[in-house]
Structure formats: C-alpha cells, structure tokens
C-alpha cells in the first residue's frame, strides 16, 4: 500500500485550495483523491440551464487568487469551472489529483489511516475531507417515484441529452437550484408544473455586466481589485446584522420580495400560492428576476397540494378535502436539494469500528471549529458542521480551516508528535457556544423547516455570526485545544 504524509478527499474549491497550501508551505508528500473525472467540485457536477453563484463573483475567488475576468456581478458556472481549471493549472494541481477514486473506506488503524478507493489503497497520516456539504444528491422518500416511465432526473445531475422543447414538464423543489433552471424550463416546455411544498422569499437579483474597462483596470491598477473585494465583502456581511441581531433589519427585504411578487404576478390566487409565511432568511434567500414572470406564464402552474406518489405518467396530489388529481408528464425534475444532515464521507470514516455517521448520530453533529472531531485523530474537515454561511462567501471560511489545517500539520512537524484531536471536553464547550449563538437568529427561530436544522431541530449547519469572527478564532491555533501524542 502507498504511503503519503496527506490524503486530501475532493478536488474543488477545498480540495484544491488545501493542495495549494500544502505545496506553499514546502509539503510534497500528499494525494488529492477524487471521485469523479475531472477537478472542480460542485462546479464541475451542477450544470443545470442558469446556474449560477448566488454570492457576489468579488468574494467567490480564492483571496490570494482574484480573477479580474469575472462577467457579471453573480458569475456564471461554466466561469467558476473555468477559474478553478486555470487556478489547478497555474499551481499544476491535476498531477497530484487521483481522478475516479471514490473513498469507500477510511479506518484509523492506531498510526495511520488505511483508505480504500475504487482506484486503489493508500495509507495517510493525516486525512483531509474537503467533500462539500452539498454533494450527494437528495432523492425525495415519494412513493412510486422509480415507476415514472418519462425523463427524470436530479437537478445536479442535468440530463444534457434532454430538452424541454415541446415536453409537459414537473419541477419538484422550489430552492435556490430550482430559482434557477425554472425559467429556462418554463422558457422552452409545452407546460410547466412546479409542485411546491414551501414558498420562499425571492428578492430581486441585482446583476450587472462587468464591463471591459473595469476588468482592465483590475488588472492594470494595484489594489484596486483587492479594494473593491473589501467592500463587497463589508456589504455581504450586513444582512447578518438582521439574521442574527435584529429582526427589523429584515423587514426592509420582505418589503423588497412582496414588492417585486406584486409587480411580477398580477393574478391574485398565484400570488397567495408564492407568498412566504417566515421569516427573511430562515431559508436561504433566492435571488431573481426570472422566476415569478416563469410562474406567471401561460404555459406554467403552481400545485401547492400535497404530492402522495408518482406514478408512470406523472405525480399524483391529494388537496385539503381529499381530492386527487394526476398530473400528466413527460419530464420530471428533481430540486430536491443535498443530503446536509447526513454527509455520506461520515458513514465511510471509521475509528475502533464505529463509524464517524454513528458517533454524531449519538452526540450530534459537531466539530471544533467545524474542522476536528474528537475521538478521530488526524482528520480534518474542510466546510465541516457549522461553518456554512447564510449570508457570504464560504471560500472565506475554506480559506480560514486550511490555514488551521496546515498549522496542526505545523505543530506535529515542528514537536515531532505523531496526533492530534480535539480535547472532548473543549469540543463540548465550543458546541454547547454556538448552539447557544444560534438560538436567537432566523435559521432557528424563523419560522420554517430547513436543511439547516436536524431532527432534533439544532442547527448543525450554520456559523451564527460574522464571517471575520470565524477567521479571527481560527488565525490562532491553539494547541491547549487539542490532545498532542
Ligand atoms: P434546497 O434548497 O434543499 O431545496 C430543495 C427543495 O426541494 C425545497 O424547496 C424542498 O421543499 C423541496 N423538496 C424536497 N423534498 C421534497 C418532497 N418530498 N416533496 C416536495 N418538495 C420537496 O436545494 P437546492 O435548491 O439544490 O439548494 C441547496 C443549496 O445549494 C442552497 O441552499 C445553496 O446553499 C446551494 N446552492 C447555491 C447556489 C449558488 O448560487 N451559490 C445555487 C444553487 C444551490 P421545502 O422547502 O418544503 O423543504
């Protein structure tokens, strides 16, 4: 079995950014193993019509890597993919990447971690997941859904060889994917039926061209590129005030999305149908333009009533008196969202033969800092439990968790220690924190039923707070937090 000092599991963002890192900070000895073809992430594999980054193009770049070329305000996918291949390029990544290795099984043998892979073995010292919280397609629990006989797919895993043109359409899902692909469906079916179980708040998006002129003075100009990032990222910090401190703030963006539901969708019925009953931001926010003149259009329908099962020619609903109805399709597309709760890296990561899946299962998800579990030596997690973002970039957080990576990987070179993991007691203390932190914000108390929230209803996703809180916590490495040997 090959042996290396680092295996890093993912080649997008976080993958990649963690292999970057090593090699900056004078490592050789690592392998980045990825399931699929080609580098990328979640940019390589969503590719729906329209998807597109929903966070400012400014902050969604590595900081030591801005791109002057960005197209618009909100990049589009194939130039997020596009980065990411030039980033690989310029850092001459692909080399160290091991495509088509999908992690099926990772076991602490006491020294290192033995990983299976469907393209091999190695052992590790350390393991590094960097496999993204939204990466495993989530298939709704509707019965008779694999009886439907036309075209179905996940929204993550666009059926290119299909189109819209002339089809009777069905979109199960109404989240920021589904905002997405649903006008440029709408655009092209014979008809459109989006079944909705929950409207959310669409607000309007605010997207400009970047024009020629500007792009060259990024290029031309020091700093300038760098200023405008700091600004874009102040002003993506401010609705955090309203999520987590005060609730007013909010109501200046649901005066926004009623506005924009007013001017977009005259008929009075519809507009009751997308109205939201929570709170702003309880759900993550939607940004378009498209989505409601989509809806409105004579070609498309909104069901709100109950989906009860699918059948070979369409989806069956149930309405509040009990009445049935069978939609006909010929195309039915899933918006279904990821499996958040319960990341699939998790059942695959084992110590002392209890998996990683079982352990939160028992004590919930949790990690220090979001990047270290204890009781799992020398396994980092990139994006792990609390540390997406409801209101920014969360390259900021990536960033943040691989320079602490590469700190423990400092310290164990520095004191030739051979583990590390997180006191328990210290983890215990930094959850009970952000629990705690999370209580009074939107995600929680909003009012709705969300991704971010687990069975038990503790929000195992989200960090409570600003952004720069998260990267001044993790700027110190403090070794006390751990448990060295
Ligand atoms: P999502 O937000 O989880 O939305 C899934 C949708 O499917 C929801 O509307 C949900 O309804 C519906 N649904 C699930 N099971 C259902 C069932 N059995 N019956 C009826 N409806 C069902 O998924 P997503 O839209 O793929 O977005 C996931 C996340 O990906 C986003 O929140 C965001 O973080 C990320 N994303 C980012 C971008 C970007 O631009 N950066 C773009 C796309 C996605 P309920 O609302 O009732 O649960």
């Known amino acids: ?46 590719t729906y019509p329209g998807c597109a980054c929903d966070v400012p193009s400014q902050v969604y770049s590595f900081s030591f890597e801005l791109n002057p070329d960005w197209s618009h305000t ?95 359409v069905g979109v199960i899902g109404t989240g920021s994917s589904a905002v997405q692909f649903v006008p440029h469906v709408q655009r092209e079916a014979a008809s459109l039926t989006l079944f909705q179980r929950t409207a959310s708040w669409v607000l309007p998006r605010i997207d400009k061209e970047i024009s020629d002129g500007h792009k060259s003075a990024y290029r031309r100009v020091p700093g300038l590129q760098r200023l405008v990032r700091a600004l874009v990222y102040t002003r993506t910090e401010i609705p955090l005030i309203g999520f987590r401190y005060d609730r007013r703030i909010l109501k ?26 929570f709170d702003l931001g309880c759900k993550r926010v939607l940004l378009s333009n498209h989505y409601y003149p989509a809806l409105a259009a004579d070609n498309a329908d909104v069901v709100t009533d109950r989906i009860v099962q699918v059948v070979s020619t369409g989806v069956v609903t149930e309405d509040a008196a009990g009445m049935r109805t069978t939609h006909e399709l010929d195309a039915l597309i899933l918006g279904t969202g990821f499996t958040v709760q319960d990341p699939p890296i998790a059942h695959k990561i084992s110590v ?47 960033e943040a968790q691989i320079d602490h990576v590469v700190k423990a990987l400092d310290l164990l070179d520095r004191q030739g220690l051979t583990a590390i993991e997180p006191r328990a007691d210290v983890q215990e203390a930094y959850d009970a924190r952000i629990q705690r932190e999370l209580q009074p914000t939107v995600w929680n108390s909003g009012g709705c039923n969300s991704w971010y929230l687990d069975e038990h209803g503790r929000n195992t996703v989200l960090w409570p707070t600003f952004t720069f809180t998260y990267m001044r916590q993790l700027r110190d490495f403090q070794a006390s937090e751990y448990v060295l040997s």
């Open 1 to 46: 079995m090959n042996h290396v000092r680092v295996a890093v599991i993912g080649a997008g963002f976080s993958g990649l950014g963690t292999a970057i890192k090593l090699v900056q900070s004078g490592r050789d000895d690592f392998i980045v193993l990825e399931r699929g073809p080609d580098l990328g992430g979640t940019w390589r594999v969503n």
């Open 74 to 168: 909100y990049a589009r996918q194939p130039e997020i993919q596009a980065y990411l291949l030039r980033v690989a390029e310029k850092y001459d990544l692909r080399g160290r990447v091991v495509f088509n290795a999908d992690v099926t099984d990772a076991q602490w043998t006491g020294s290192v971690w033995e990983i299976e892979t469907t393209a091999g073995s190695w052992t590790a010292d350390v393991l590094v997941a960097g496999t993204g919280g939204l990466s495993e397609p989530s298939f709704p629990d509707i019965p008779g859904l694999s009886s439907f006989q036309g075209t179905t797919f996940h929204s993550a895993e666009w059926d290119h060889s299909w189109t819209a043109a002339g089809e009777r």
């Open 252 to 277: 200046l963006g649901e005066k926004m999305g009623r506005k924009l539901l007013e001017e977009q969708v005259s008929d009075p019925v519809l507009r009751e149908k997308l109205r939201p009953h």
């Open 352 to 398: 002392d033969g209890a998996t990683l899946a079982e352990h939160w299962k028992r004590s919930g998800m949790s990690a220090l800092h979001g990047v270290a579990v204890s009781g799992f030596p020398n396994l980092f997690f990139l994006m792990g439990p609390n540390t997406a973002l409801g209101h920014n970039s969360v390259l900021l957080m990536i």
